[in-house]
C-alpha cells in the first residue's frame, strides 16, 4: 500500500508546476473524481493486480463503464493522474509504477477488501491545496492535510476524517452517512447539509449553521460553534438546526450554541466559554472547570421557545448568565464567582418557571422573576428548599414567585452561611418554611408578600431568622389565609437588627423572639391571635418623631397592636395609658409608643381638627392649577382629577364647621 506520505514525497520531489499547469491538472483531477464515482453506479471491471505496492494510472477518457472497481488482493490503491490508459468493460489492468506521479495534484481511492473479494470501503484522499468539490455517492472520505474538500448534493456513505489544517465544508443536500472525525482540522456544515452519525473534534473547529446531526457532538480542544440564528424549536418537529444526541465538550475556547435543538445533554467541562441561545435543550446543561481553575463563562441566553428540560449543573466557572429560560429541573451551582439569573418578566404571566435553584460557594448572586414550582418538593424524600444558597455573598433574591405546594417539610427561600444578602418583593404562598436565614450576616428582606395557604397540622413559619446579624425585615406583608392552622408569622432566634413597617396578621403567633437581645421593633402592625412574645431585652418603640406612621397616624413611635386597651388622651396618635404595651405579659420591655388609629376629616388639610376657612384658603391659592403648574399643591386636589376647581371647594364646603 502506497500511503499518502510516499505520495506527497513524490510530489515534492518533482518541483513546483508552473500556475496555469497546475490549475489544468487539478481540473482534470476533480473532472476524473466526478466521473469515477458516476462510473460505479453504470457497469463492471475487474483490477488484476501484480502487487500492492503497484499503482494504476487511469486518464479521464473511458470511465463511463466502469460500475465496480475490485481487486483480487487484500489491498491495493488507484491513482487518477493526468496521463494513463483507457480502460474499457472487460480489460484486465495491471498495476505500473506511475512515472508522472509529480505532474500534477494527485486523487487517491485506497481500495479495501474482505478475504472473499468483496469491497469494503473506497476512501478517497485529496492532496490539492485547491478545493475538490463532490457531487456524487462515494464510501469513505479522508480529507488529507490543508486540503479543502466540499460534499454538495452527494452523499458520503461511511466515515470521514479531516486531517490536521483541512476543511471539510457539507451543504446544499450533502450528507454524511457515518461518522466524522476531526484531527485539527475544521468542519462545516451549513443549512440543507446533515451528519447521521456523530461528530467528533479534536483541537480543531466545528461549525454549523443549519443542518441535522443524527448523533453526538463530542469536542476536546478548538471551538464548537452551532448558529441558526433563524430557527427555534424542538428536534422532533420539523427541525433546520437539530443535534439529535448528546453535545459533549471540553478544554475548549469556546462553545457557542444558538437557535439549536439538542435532543440529549450539554455537557461542557473545562471549556473556556459556553453560550446557549435561543435554543431548546431536551435534557440537561452541565458545565464545571477543574477545581482551582474557574476560568469559564457559562451563558444561557433567550428568545423565544426556549426551554431546558433537565437540570442545570454548573461548576468552579467564572460567571454563570441564565436569562428568560423555562428550565424543567433545576439550577444547581457550585464555587461560580459571579450567578446571574434574570428572567426579566414584569408580570407572573410572562415569568419563566425553574424546578429549584441551589448556589453554593459564589461571590455575588442574582435570581430575580422566575417562578419557582417546587415541582421537586411533592416527594418527602426530595430536596427540601425552592431556592437555597451557602456559604456564598452579596446575594440578590428579588421579584420571584413561589407558588403553594402541600409538603410538611418543604422550604421556600433557605440562605446560609452568606454575608450581605437581599431577599426583596418576593411573593411566597407555598412551603413551610418561608423564608429561613441562617448563620449569615448583613441581610435586608423588605417587599416580600408571604401568603399562607396550607392547611397543615406542623408549625408553619414565614419568616425565620436564626443566628443572623444585623439585620432588617421592612416593609413585608405576612398574612395567615388559614384559619384555625399553626403559624408563626416572624421567628427570630439568637439573632439581632431591625424590624419595621410590616404587616403581620392572622397568625396564630405574630412574632416570636427567642434567645435574641438588642433587637428594634417598630412601626409595625400587628393582628394575631398573640401578636408578641420574647425572652430577652429588645426594644418595642423608637424616638417619637414627626412622621406618618403605619395606621396613617403623624408620629413614628412604637407598634400597632389590634387588641391594645389603652386610648389616646392628647390625640397624637400614640397611646397614653396601659404603658409600656407589654402585650398581655408576652415580651419584656414592652413598647412605650403604642401606636392608635387616628381619626381624620378628608377636609381638614392642614389637620388642625377643624374643616374652617384655612381649609377653603389652601384650595383657593391652588385653584385652576395641573400638576405642572407651579402653584400646585395635591393635597387641594380632593377628588384627585388632577385640576383643582369647584368640584374641590364643594368638598370642602360640605365638612364645613365639622371637628374629629
Not at 422566575?370 to 418538593?377: A, E, G, K, V
Not at 426583596?424 to 408571604?450: C, M, P, R
Request: proline content about 2%; overall charge negative.
Amino acid at each position: 500500500m502506497v500511503t499518502v506520505r510516499q505520495l506527497k514525497e513524490k510530489k515534492r520531489e518533482g518541483g513546483k508546476l508552473e500556475r496555469k499547469n497546475r490549475n489544468r491538472y487539478l481540473t482534470t483531477a476533480v473532472f476524473v473524481t466526478i466521473l469515477i464515482f458516476n462510473a460505479m453506479l453504470q457497469s463492471n471491471v475487474i483490477l488484476s493486480v501484480e502487487s500492492t505496492s503497484k499503482l494504476l494510472e487511469v486518464s479521464d477518457t473511458a470511465m463511463g463503464c466502469i460500475r465496480n472497481i475490485r481487486s483480487e488482493v487484500s489491498n491495493g490503491s488507484i491513482i487518477v493522474t493526468e496521463a494513463g490508459s483507457s480502460v474499457r468493460l472487460g480489460d484486465v489492468i495491471n498495476f505500473t509504477e506511475p512515472t508522472d506521479a509529480d505532474m500534477g495534484d494527485l486523487v487517491v481511492f485506497d481500495v479495501t477488501e474482505n478475504g472473499a473479494g468483496q469491497l469494503l470501503a473506497i476512501n478517497l484522499i485529496i492532496l490539492t491545496k485547491s478545493e475538490v468539490i463532490i457531487h456524487t455517492e462515494i464510501w469513505n472520505l479522508t480529507v488529507g492535510s490543508g486540503d479543502v474538500v466540499t460534499v454538495r448534493n452527494a452523499l458520503v456513505a461511511r466515515d470521514v476524517l479531516v486531517e490536521s489544517d483541512a476543511i471539510l465544508f457539507v451543504t446544499d443536500n450533502g450528507r454524511i452517512g457515518g461518522n466524522v472525525e476531526a484531527r485539527k482540522g475544521i468542519v462545516v456544515l451549513d443549512d440543507g447539509g446533515g451528519m447521521d452519525q456523530s461528530i467528533r473534534i479534536e483541537d480543531g473547529a466545528l461549525i454549523v449553521t443549519g443542518g441535522t446531526i443524527g448523533g453526538d457532538v463530542e469536542a476536546r480542544k478548538g471551538t464548537v460553534v452551532l448558529d441558526d440564528a433563524w430557527w427555534w424549536g424542538k428536534c422532533d418537529a420539523p427541525a433546520r438546526a437539530c443535534i439529535v444526541g448528546n453535545v459533549n465538550t471540553s478544554d475548549t475556547e469556546r462553545v457557542f450554541i444558538n437557535g439549536f435543538s439538542v435532543g440529549g445533554d450539554v455537557i461542557s467541562e473545562n471549556d473556556t466559554s459556553l453560550t446557549i441561545k435561543n435554543s431548546w435543550i431536551n435534557g440537561s446543561v452541565e458545565a464545571r472547570m477543574t477545581p482551582g481553575v474557574r476560568l469559564g463563562r457559562v451563558e444561557i441566553l433567550p428568545r423565544f421557545e426556549q426551554r431546558i428540560g433537565g437540570n442545570v449543573t454548573v461548576s468552579h466557572v467564572e460567571n454563570l448568565t441564565i436569562t428568560n429560560y423555562t428550565i424543567d429541573g433545576g439550577v444547581f451551582v457550585e464555587r461560580v464567582r459571579i450567578v446571574v439569573m434574570d428572567d426579566g418578566g414584569g408580570s407572573p404571566q410572562d415569568m419563566h418557571s425553574i424546578s429549584i435553584v441551589k448556589i453554593s460557594w459564589a461571590e455575588s448572586v442574582l435570581i430575580n422573576e422566575y417562578t419557582i414550582r417546587q415541582s421537586h418538593l411533592t416527594s418527602v424524600y426530595a430536596e427540601l428548599h425552592a431556592i437555597k444558597v451557602e456559604n456564598s455573598s452579596n446575594v440578590e433574591i428579588t421579584c420571584n414567585l413561589l407558588p403553594a405546594m402541600q409538603n410538611m417539610r418543604a422550604r421556600g427561600i433557605d440562605i446560609e452561611d452568606t454575608q450581605n444578602f437581599t431577599i426583596a418583593n418576593n411573593t411566597l404562598n407555598g412551603a413551610v418554611a418561608k423564608v429561613l436565614v441562617s448563620n449569615s450576616t448583613n441581610g435586608v428582606i423588605e417587599g416580600n408578600l408571604f401568603e399562607n395557604d396550607l392547611n397543615l397540622t406542623t408549625e408553619i413559619v414565614s419568616l425565620q431568622l436564626k443566628s443572623v446579624s444585623p439585620y432588617t425585615v421592612k416593609g413585608n406583608t405576612i398574612r395567615n389565609k388559614v384559619s384555625n392552622t399553626n403559624t408563626t408569622g416572624i421567628k427570630i432566634m439568637n439573632s439581632s437588627g431591625t424590624i419595621r413597617d410590616n404587616f403581620v396578621e392572622g397568625n396564630l403567633m405574630g412574632i416570636k423572639l427567642t434567645d435574641s437581645h438588642d433587637n428594634l421593633i417598630y412601626n409595625n402592625f400587628f393582628n394575631n391571635t398573640v401578636n408578641a412574645w420574647d425572652d430577652g431585652n429588645n426594644y418595642w418603640n423608637t424616638t417619637k418623631t414627626l412622621g406618618t406612621n403605619i395606621v396613617g397616624g403623624p408620629y413614628i413611635g412604637g407598634n400597632f397592636w389590634h387588641d391594645y386597651v389603652g386610648f389616646d388622651m392628647d390625640e397624637d396618635g400614640i397611646g397614653d395609658v396601659e404603658l409600656p404595651w407589654v402585650s398581655y405579659g408576652n415580651i419584656m420591655n414592652g413598647d412605650w409608643l403604642p401606636l392608635v388609629l387616628v381619626q381624620f376629616l378628608e377636609a381638614d388639610l392642614n389637620q388642625d381638627g377643624i374643616v374652617d376657612i384655612r381649609d377653603i384658603t389652601i384650595v383657593a391659592m391652588a385653584f385652576g392649577c395641573e400638576p405642572e403648574d407651579e402653584n400646585w399643591n395635591i393635597i387641594a386636589d380632593l377628588n384627585e382629577d388632577e385640576v383643582i376647581d369647584i368640584r374641590d371647594i364643594t368638598i370642602v364646603a360640605l365638612e364645613f364647621g365639622k371637628t374629629v
